[in-house]
């Protein structure tokens, strides 16, 4: 159901990979990807400044929080989201988001862009480096998964590069407390994603699920090493649903979870309309900003008044 891709065989054989992507983004919207290139030790990096991190008091990551940020940058604490909006279900997780690193100075910050913030950091040794290293090796492996992405959409490889060179990509580092067991508990709820296409790391421990369309929830695999990839409504609407973006949950871990999810969407001034040669479109056009402003909103509930 979930098909593992190996990265590195796309050099070598690109109508094939292409082939095994294109149909896994038709059928589940869901793929395991090996061969990516990521190295083990940044990955492993970038897990241990997570727990530092999130070992930490409240109190002290509260000054980050991302409820203070109109950036989408920051530390959301958990109950602060919901990401099932049917259900009422609060999710069960804490979160830091960091965005693309730019300069006070820079001319989009200071002109009040929309998402276009600073980064905030918290005091803490190799923090910044790590993930800001790490936010790179991905949102490059996120672009070139495109090239193949355009040329199965019977694009030229190139097509999607001017809409992800100044990305609203968020690197999300993720910590999911052991189950309690309380009625209605979930870590996150039933959602489907943003942006164009989620890179997630896992630490193995199982809870993720995907429900594909007209069937039900099933745990998704775990391969050491390998990315959990899905495309996300962004993407989906962009290709006038050929492709799907899949519903999928995080349920209460037996023991702490972690992850590291990297969401990839389009720079904020791109224009999300249907892709050339896939009929007539779907849903009216959009811009990116414009789209994540709607889906950020509806998710995040306000800090509790102190």
């Known amino acids: 159901m979930i098909p593992v891709l190996d990265w590195s065989t796309y050099a070598t054989d690109p109508e094939g990979f292409t082939a095994k992507l294109g149909q896994a983004c038709r059928d589940t919207g869901f793929f395991l990807l090996k061969g990516h290139g990521v190295p083990d030790d940044l990955i492993a990096g970038v897990f241990a400044q997570a727990d530092t991190f999130f070992s930490k008091p409240d109190a002290e990551k509260q000054p ?51 998402f276009r913030g600073v980064n905030v950091w918290p005091d803490q040794p190799g923090f910044r480096d790590t993930m800001l290293a790490y936010y ?39 910590a999911y407390p052991e189950a309690k067991g309380t009625e209605g508990e979930i870590g996150a709820g039933a959602h489907t994603d943003y942006g164009s296409v989620t890179l997630l790391m896992t630490d193995g421990e199982a809870g993720l699920q995907v429900k594909p369309r007209g069937g039900d929830w099933t745990d998704v695999p775990h391969v050491p090493g390998a990315y959990v990839v899905n495309i996300g409504d962004c993407l989906m609407r962009w290709s006038n649903d050929i492709y799907v973006s899949t519903p999928h949950r995080v349920l209460p871990p037996k023991r702490r979870r972690r992850s590291i999810a990297f969401f990839l969407d389009p720079n904020p001034d791109s224009v999300i309309r249907a892709l050339p040669g896939t009929g007539e479109a779907k849903y009216p056009p959009v811009t990116g900003a414009d789209y994540l402003r709607s889906r950020l909103d509806a998710t995040y509930t306000p800090d509790p008044v102190e």
Do not use: C, M
């Open 64 to 114: 980050l929080s991302i409820s203070k940020n109109p950036h989408n940058r920051g530390w959301a604490r958990i109950g602060s989201e919901s990401l099932d909006d049917t259900s009422g279900q609060i999710d069960s997780k804490e979160a830091f988001n960091v965005g693309l690193d730019l300069a006070e100075d820079d001319p989009r910050v200071l002109a009040g862009e929309p």
């Open 136 to 174: 790179n090796a991905v949102w490059r492996l996120g672009t070139d998964l495109h090239h193949a992405i355009a040329t199965d959409l019977g694009l030229h490889a190139d097509y999607f590069a001017e809409h992800f060179d100044a990305p609203l990509a968020i690197l999300r580092i993720l």
